[in-house]
């Protein structure tokens, strides 16, 4: 039979999904190869991947059904039969295990497939791959080795630190060595002295808080425990007597429970028993006891005379108070145990304000008050004397932010505490400012002792410990004695307070500032020709034009923020009260008394004290209103009914020009700007003559705020409005007014708007044609026609604007009207030439 070919058919083309896997095959082999690479073994590589492609090509193929050719065994030969060759009878083929030695011999024999095994343990090997290492095992192994190295790394820190550990300890006993610190057996000895030196800041760094808690509750469950047993023996022993019968039971357990609470706490027994034998001992002893005016009484309420006293009056000597005579003997040495109180009083006081910033004022005021608490006010306020004096009262400048400081601290105890607290420092900065000033002649230029004080007395008024009278008469002792030192000294008060004298009482600057310019006049040549004179003079002028930008180095932010730190520092509503005492009282207290002091010994006259308080009273009510009678007086016949008018009014007629009167004024902070308008424009209207400093005022305010410029606008129409009730002098008066604040700006011409231009009476053309004739005929003619032209583009106002054209051609421009100007022809030929301008304009913008 001949065979039959069959055509080949065509390759179809791979699909999308076909050639992505095709290509994640690939992948797979390359990376294959490339490990098998690291680990040599690259002919096995080669073989593998030979096979797995055979099997993608064999399973790729399909399996063609070749044709079952019928062949009987009979005409099969021997030789193909014992050779295997016969093909195999699906159909009717047997599955047989039994196996043949010789024919296995006669066939031929097939190639040995090798198997490789991997380098680690033996795996199944999966379409030819190549079974790599555990990388699992591998990760464990690496992690325990770190672990095992960072357990040595620590155990190695721990045995360094502990070595450290024992080098400092041999370290510190060798310093308590040399300080003599092991001696002692009591362990919260250095504790206690550290406190005593006020150094008990840095035990925050050093003591463990939860330690010491632990030992306080230790001690206070030692204490109840004690105190239970106790009652218990006692409840037994009551028990025992009230009942009679098993007592010896109850004894014998009363007794094991206190014998267990003495071996539990044998110091707070031994103290008992201290006190037991003390009190015992001072039972045979008679009792003394002491009054609370340090007098000593017997049991039977006796006073007992003092033996010191006895003294002094047999040898004839004068009598010492108690308190000066615990003062000399501390001095002297015969009472060490006071000297020993004030020194360490004196350590812990030091500590506290060298800390003083204004980050920890309020724990640093916080820790002086409770050392106010805790010991006696003489001893406290002299210990703060002196270190004040020896902090800030050197020879050399002391910084003006250290002062601030010590002052705010200075003000929060006279606040918090007593007002005598603040008394008795201002006394004494006074008497050594009398003192100062007194040999003031013989201080040299750098010697700064003096500028010192000064400073901080100003700092003192600044934070309202004393009225601003006291600091007037400081600054007249210094202007009286005029010379370099007393300039120097006033010069420091001008850059320090200036700003806040001149806000607080604008009359009580001006006068002290005429005072000084009284004796600055009167000083020598060589005085005067003083660069340090001449700078005194300058800022004292700045001052006064309230310019701060003369002033080297002004800055008040800090004092304002010490300010509002007092105030929050202040509780259970404590304030600063104000001082009012007088310079002669406080160099008089050591001879008179200290009134101001409550409880205090006076010797005064009452007499002389009722005047002093009618001068007080006098000066505080023209303080409070801070103007002259004459003037209050003018104020009440202009009819200034409400006391804002009466402020207001004073200050327009006083001031030195309408900037200091606009300023002095807004330091009112009034709510009602009309009333502002209103007694300037009163005032513009009842000058005799024509005054254009009203106008320069009313411009000013309009130019600071438009509720200033509203309020003009209503003050002028209700002027404009009652314009019978006003004479021709007002009305011109009136006319100038309006026209000088219209041509600046501060005022429209539509102010004039509520003029009834159908009806117009006598006074209202009287005031019609001064105000324009002023408008008109004024020098600039660039602002008149900048006035006309703000009207001419308001679209609302349609009506005004033909009023206007009508009033100027027709009532202005007529011969008689003119005639009765008598202008002279300039004015004439210009008055008509701005006439016809405007009309045209006017009329052009209505178009």
Request: glycine share 4%; net charge neutral; proline share 2%.
């Amino acid at each position: 039979m001949g065979k039959i070919r069959k055509k080949e058919a065509r390759k179809k083309p791979l699909t999308r999904k076909e050639q992505r896997k095709q290509k994640v095959e690939l992948k797979k082999e390359n990376k294959r190869l490339y490990h098998a690479g690291k680990s040599n073994g690259t002919q096995r590589v080669v073989a593998a991947a030979e096979a797995a492609s055979a099997a993608r090509q064999s399973s790729k193929k399909p399996k063609k059904k070749s044709k079952k050719i019928k062949v009987n065994p009979e005409d099969i030969p021997r030789e193909q039969l014992l050779s295997g060759e016969v093909p195999s009878d699906e159909d009717e083929s047997i599955a047989s295990d039994f196996s043949d030695e010789e024919v296995d011999t006669l066939l031929p024999k097939k190639p040995k497939v090798e198997i490789y095994e991997p380098l680690g343990k033996t795996a199944k090997i999966l379409k030819g791959g190549i079974q790599r290492q555990d990388e699992n095992e591998v990760r464990k192994k690496e992690l325990r080795q770190q672990k095992e190295l960072e357990s040595k790394s620590k155990k190695q820190r721990l045995k360094q630190l502990r070595l450290e550990n024992e080098e400092e300890d041999r370290e510190i006993a060798k310093l308590e060595k040399k300080l003599k610190l092991n001696k002692s057996k009591d362990k919260n000895r250095l504790v206690r002295k550290m406190f005593n030196d006020g150094l008990d800041y840095l035990l925050d760094f050093v003591l463990d808080d939860e330690e010491e808690k632990r030992k306080w509750e230790e001690k206070q469950e030692r204490k109840r425990k004690l105190k239970e047993d106790q009652e218990k023996e006692e409840a037994g022993m009551w028990s025992d007597e009230e009942d009679g019968g098993d007592g010896e039971d109850n004894e014998g357990g009363n007794f094991e429970g206190s014998e267990a609470s003495e071996e539990d706490s044998e110091e707070e027994l031994s103290g008992e028993e201290e006190e037991q034998s003390e009190s015992s001992d001072g039972e045979e002893e008679p009792q003394v006891k002491e009054d609370i005016y340090g007098r000593k009484r017997d049991a039977e309420g006796n006073i007992l005379p003092d033996p010191v006293e006895q003294e002094a009056s047999a040898a004839g000597q004068k009598y010492i108070p108690p308190h000066q005579r615990a003062l000399i003997a501390a001095s002297a040495g015969s009472n060490e145990k006071q000297a020993e109180i004030l020194a360490r009083l004196q350590k812990q006081c030091k500590g506290l304000l060298n800390r003083l910033s204004e980050a920890n004022l309020h724990k640093i005021a916080a820790g002086i008050e409770t050392l106010y608490m805790k010991n006696s006010r003489y001893n406290m306020n002299e210990t703060l004397t002196k270190l004040l004096q020896e902090a800030l009262l050197g020879s050399t400048k002391t910084n003006e932010r250290m002062v601030q400081e010590h002052m705010v601290l200075l003000a929060y105890l006279h606040a918090q505490i007593g007002s005598e607290i603040g008394a008795h420092f201002l006394q004494t900065f006074v008497e050594l400012f009398d003192g100062y000033v007194k040999e003031m002649a013989t201080f040299e230029v750098e010697d700064k002792r003096l500028n010192n004080l000064v400073l901080i007395l100003c700092y003192m008024y600044l934070f309202r410990i004393y009225e601003l009278s006291l600091l007037m008469e400081l600054i007249g002792r210094l202007s009286d004695s005029l010379c370099e030192k007393s300039v120097e000294c006033l010069l420091l008060i001008l850059q320090s307070i200036g700003f806040r004298l001149r806000k607080d009482d604008p009359l009580a600057f001006k006068t002290m500032m005429q005072r000084v310019q009284s004796q600055i006049s009167a000083a020598p040549l060589e005085l005067k020709e003083n660069p340090r004179l001449r700078f005194m003079v300058d800022i004292l002028n700045a001052v006064k034009n309230n310019n701060t930008q003369k002033l080297p180095q002004y800055d008040p932010e800090l004092a304002d923020n010490l300010r509002k730190r007092l105030k929050a520092m202040l509780k259970n509503d404590r304030y600063v009260v104000t001082l009012k005492i007088t310079l002669e009282d406080l160099l008089r207290a050591d001879k008179v008394g200290k009134w101001w002091v409550v409880g205090s010994a006076w010797t005064g006259n009452l007499n002389e004290m009722g005047t002093a308080k009618r001068k007080t009273e006098d000066q505080s009510k023209s303080s409070s209103t801070g103007f002259a009678d004459k003037m209050l007086e003018l104020a009440k016949k202009q009819q200034m009914n409400t006391a804002e008018r009466r402020n207001i009014f004073c200050i327009v007629m006083s001031a030195a020009d309408y900037v200091d009167a606009f300023e002095k004024i807004l330091h009112l902070a009034l709510k009602d700007q009309r009333s502002v308008a209103y007694v300037i424009i009163h005032c513009a209207l009842n000058e005799k003559k024509i005054n254009p400093y009203y106008a320069h005022l009313a411009l000013k305010f309009c130019q600071f705020n438009r509720k200033y410029q509203l309020a003009f606008q209503f003050a002028s129409w209700d002027r404009i409005n009652d314009i019978e009730s006003l004479g021709k002098p007002q009305i011109r008066n009136l006319a100038s007014f309006l026209q000088q604040v219209i041509l600046s700006g501060g005022l429209q011409l539509s102010v004039l708007k509520v003029v009834d231009f159908m009806q117009l009476d006598k006074l209202s053309f009287y005031f019609m044609k001064e105000v324009m004739l002023r408008l008109l005929l004024s020098r600039n003619e660039q602002e008149v026609f900048q006035a006309f032209e703000r009207v001419a583009k308001n679209s609302k106002l349609q009506q005004f604007k033909q009023s206007i054209r009508l009033f100027l051609q027709h009532f202005l421009l007529q011969p008689e009207q003119l005639a009765k100007l008598k202008l002279e022809e300039e004015q004439q030929k210009l008055l008509e030439q701005r006439v016809d301008h405007l009309d045209k304009l006017l009329a052009y913008v209505d178009l």
